[in-house]
């Protein structure tokens, strides 16, 4: 009954190879999110979605496209890897004001 | 945009003792304005937040002030525990109603017993 699941929790690739995390969740929300946090745990968001629409594109890579087939559902797919993109992914959602994370994914690229 | 500043970054404090994370925001129009706790290798979580109506609020032994005029809001912990050991975020919504929230870098308080 996990509120914001995310998959996989471990992604382990090579550089140049393309990848994709799923999230769901199960709250009735509308707004889903997508963060990276870095080695030095900055949390920064890459983009949100309401109702299935973008609202929030910020300054990510084209590499990086984020896909929401339902209002529960936002995946993100990455195209290219690069070493650089070597983090935690963070997916998160909202009612109003009060985000919930789901569990992350590190992704290690070498 | 908003910008949300953080301090400190490192915060080592002996149980018992309290805890203060100060942090600013430079959209006069944000309301809102949550902390989260992430534990090492943890989700972050929602552990108080505070709205601008208001300028004090306590659960427990955690509080959080807000100054409007100043754009400053703090975190404060009392009598601390080892389990207070994790990291802690700020944030500020991104203009009044948006629901997106920008979050500060973060301070990293450990709890020596």
């Known amino acids: 009954d996990t509120a914001v699941s995310q998959t996989p929790k471990y992604l382990v690739t090579q550089m140049g190879n393309d990848k994709s995390i799923k999230c769901e969740q199960n709250l009735g929300h509308d707004t889903m999110y997508w963060y990276k946090q870095d080695s030095k745990k900055f949390l920064k968001i890459m983009f949100s979605?309401?109702?299935?629409?973008?609202?929030i594109n910020e300054t990510v890579p084209n590499r990086f496209s984020p896909k929401s087939p339902d209002k529960a559902h936002l995946n993100l797919h990455i195209n290219s890897l690069e070493l650089g993109d070597s983090a935690v992914y963070f997916c998160?959602?909202?009612?109003?004001?009060?985000?919930?994370f789901g569990a992350g994914t590190r992704l290690s690229v070498l | 945009g908003e910008n949300v500043e953080q301090h400190p970054s490192t915060l080592s404090v002996q149980e018992g003792d309290s805890a203060v994370i100060k942090c600013t925001y430079s959209?006069?129009?944000?309301?809102?304005f949550p902390w989260y706790k992430q534990e090492l290798g943890k989700r972050p979580q929602l552990i108080i937040d505070?709205?601008?109506?208001?300028g004090e609020k306590k659960d427990q032994r955690i509080a959080v002030t807000l100054n409007k005029t100043a754009k400053h809001f703090s975190l404060h912990i009392t009598e601390t525990q080892p389990e207070d050991s994790a990291v802690y975020f700020c944030a500020a919504e991104r203009g009044a109603g948006s629901y997106q929230l920008t979050f500060g870098k973060g301070t990293k308080l450990s709890v020596i017993p």
């Open positions: 979605y309401n109702n299935k629409e973008l609202i």
């Open positions: 505070i709205r601008s109506n208001v």
């Open positions: 959209d006069s129009a944000s309301n809102y």
């Open positions: 998160a959602s909202s009612q109003a004001n009060i985000q919930y």
